[in-house]
């Protein structure tokens, strides 16, 4: 099937799903983007249904509920494979502001597009938009073929009281070759500051996010990935002379509970 042909499914009915939040105190741009639909899940990453950003991000609904969607994580290197780009979330950001995260996170949406599972295109397509929505990277500097799926996570991890994030997400890896580091221009709303960093420069980031009093912080997934497959991955890549030899064929396959 086509992405054209696509159809999009009825969503399950959600109505057991009540909690509720003002969002009046937020940022106009971020409450906006609550409204964007998500894809829910089972725990076996079938379609269920459709739920908006916000319900799906309210504590209330995900220990309620087990209300879970489908999320990816973009990690786009420098062309020698030697740094990594990292940003640091707005502090207009509902969830996680101010937290030093992988390069591009986020869900894809409940669209004909982003909803194709073959080849997992949904989610490239969703990867692309967003690394020009947040980062300002042209969809020509990433093409869809360039991004590599390693593996998928299970995690659930709260952000503060009222919001957190209850997601199987996809890993991509990208290492654009055109030029040494890619040309980007960050949304001020989405992102507070960004950096390369080597290997050795991110253990410094990740002990400071688990240092009292450092003032870093660190996204709750990006530390899970970091801690159980990035070092490893990224050692793989710069062994094997390209990212696209770093999927494990096993690990495609497999969802990790973290």
């Known amino acids: 099937m086509g992405q054209s042909d696509v159809v999009i499914p009825t969503p399950a009915p959600l109505d057991s799903i009540i909690a509720d939040v003002d969002l009046s105190s937020y940022d106009d741009e971020q409450v906006k983007l609550m409204e964007e639909m998500c894809i829910v899940l089972d725990r076996d990453d079938n379609r ?5 950003k916000k319900d799906c991000h309210l504590m209330k609904n995900i220990l309620a509920h087990n209300l879970l969607h489908r999320a990816f994580s973009v990690f786009l290197f420098s062309a020698d494979g030697t740094k990594l780009l990292l940003q640091q979330r707005a502090t207009e950001k509902i969830t996680f502001p101010d937290a030093w995260t992988n390069t591009c996170c986020s869900h894809p949406l409940n669209t004909a597009d982003e909803l194709v599972e073959k080849d997992n295109l949904g989610v490239r397509t969703a990867a692309q938009r ?19 799926f390693l593996t998928r996570i299970h995690y ?42 080597t290997q050795e420069e991110l253990r410094v980031l990740l002990d400071q996010g688990v240092t009292k009093d450092s003032g870093i912080i660190v996204t709750p997934w990006f530390k899970l990935i970091c801690d159980n497959f990035l070092f490893k991955w990224w050692d793989t890549m710069l062994a094997k002379g390209g990212v696209d030899k770093v999927a494990d064929e096993e690990e495609v396959k497999k969802i990790y509970r973290l």
């Open 48 to 52: 269920i249904g459709a739920g908006s």
């Open 130 to 148: 967003k690394l020009f929505h947040e980062l300002g990277i042209e969809a020509k500097d990433v093409p869809l073929d360039d991004f590599h």
């Open 156 to 197: 659930l991890a709260p952000s503060d009281e009222t919001w957190g994030e209850h997601e199987i997400d996809y890993i991509l890896f990208m290492r654009p070759q055109h030029k040494e580091l890619i040309d980007m221009n960050p949304s001020p709303n989405e992102v507070r500051d960004v950096k390369w960093v």
